[in-house]
């Protein structure tokens, strides 16, 4: 199935936006850039229009079947192309839609950084303490060395939870107890890899643990607390913490297609049986196009933190050590961690936000450039990294 963009009004309609009187600004004063001023935005390259080359590639990945779900560009509110393909349930023959809801994978880490964000606002949390202050349980190496700020950037030195030995155990959870449980006691176990601060590891083993001190802190679980003060203080009528058993029933939720196995490659199948049974602070969230619009318009506009708060959540923070040079005849990358978003400047242009993925069957992309106004939504049910090229033509037309 392929839906095509028809006009700004019909577009906003379907992603109930509302019409030109409710657009949305995903600009702010917040940006990385503040402080040297924002400059003239240019016009909208004729290549991230209908029929220009971001459209094809899409159309040409989506017609070799490497490409399912709804790919949402904006430009100061407005739609630039809204494409839909695919289907969110192959055995029951339901297409993709704009109301369909997709994993997001690792973009729930921006969700938790946010919750995060929330309780150092209410000074109920400061980055710079250790992680002992709020959780016990864990050895005294870890609970006396590692910091928040750490678990948010990825400079813990907390590795992943997600390995062949602990997939089992994780598979066989039945219910929300069952995970909080197991999750705490994996990441209680979880040995360190460097001394704090010393390097960077991405780290969902780190995000599960912000999990556990928002919960400890806000006297929530950490699944009530996002729903209350990110979730629906931003308007996301379809965002949740979905199990698998709602995945099952609900026909709006996208089912996640992948090879049996990614090495040897072969046709896709339902791995929705293969996927935890609930998400966690590093990943399983699920959204759609409109709701992570909704979302980056609450944060940009302080709806769900202060002016303050959001500029220390969404701004640089970390360097992150680049993993090569650059491609011949590419601009250099400087990618950061920021507390929850990632921020990255590329040829002079900031980028903020995150991508996800999964073997399962996930590869998502949710980023806004604050100072040229573009945000740019990728949600595919196929499997990890299979959109990476599509987001790197955008940004690459955005940037250069």
Known sequence: MTTSQTSRRAA??????????????????????????????DP????????????????????????????????????????????????RSLPNTPHTIFGLG????????????????????????????YLDGFPAE??????????????????????EVNGPAIQSWSSEADVTAGLLRLVRASPLEFTPGTSHRYSNAGYVTLQFIVAAVSGQTFYDFVRQHVFRAAGMASTDFYDRDQCRRDRRIA??????????????????????????????????????????????????????????????????????????????????EGYGPSATLTNGHWLLGHNGGSSNG????????????????????YESGITRDIENLCKQLITR
């Open 255 to 336: 089912h996640p297609y992948a090879p049996e196995d990614l090495r040897v490659g072969g046709p896709r199948i339902d791995h929705l049986e293969q996927v935890e049974f609930l998400g966690n602070g590093a990943g399983g969230a699920y959204s759609t196009t409109a709701d992570l619009i909704t979302f980056v318009t609450a944060l940009t506009g302080h709806k769900l933190l202060d002016a303050q708060h959001t500029w220390l959540a969404t701004t640089p923070k970390t360097p992150v050590p680049p993993p090569g040079p650059p491609p011949a005849g590419k601009p250099p990358q400087f990618l950061f």
């Open 142 to 163: 870890v609970a006396g060395a590692v910091t928040v700020h750490q678990l948010l950037t990825h400079t813990s030195g907390m590795g992943d939870i997600y390995s």
């Open 44 to 91: 909208v390259p004729a290549d991230l229009l209908p029929g220009g080359a971001l459209d094809t590639l899409i159309a040409q990945r989506a017609a070799a079947d490497q490409y399912s779900g709804t790919y949402l560009l904006l430009h100061d509110g407005r739609p630039v192309l809204s494409r839909i393909h695919g289907l969110a349930d192959k055995s």
């Open 106 to 133: 690792s973009i729930t880490k921006v969700f938790t950084g946010i919750a995060v964000a929330r309780l150092v606002q209410e000074r109920k949390i400061a980055y710079h303490e250790k992680l002992g202050t």
């Open 362 to 381: 996930i590869s998502t992309d949710l980023t806004w450039y604050p100072d040229d106004g573009y945000l740019a939504i990728d949600l595919c049910n």
């Open 12 to 41: 906003l309609g379907l992603l109930g936006l509302g019409t030109a009187g409710g657009l949305l600004a995903v600009s702010g004063a917040h940006t990385p850039a503040e402080a040297g001023g924002t400059a003239p935005k």
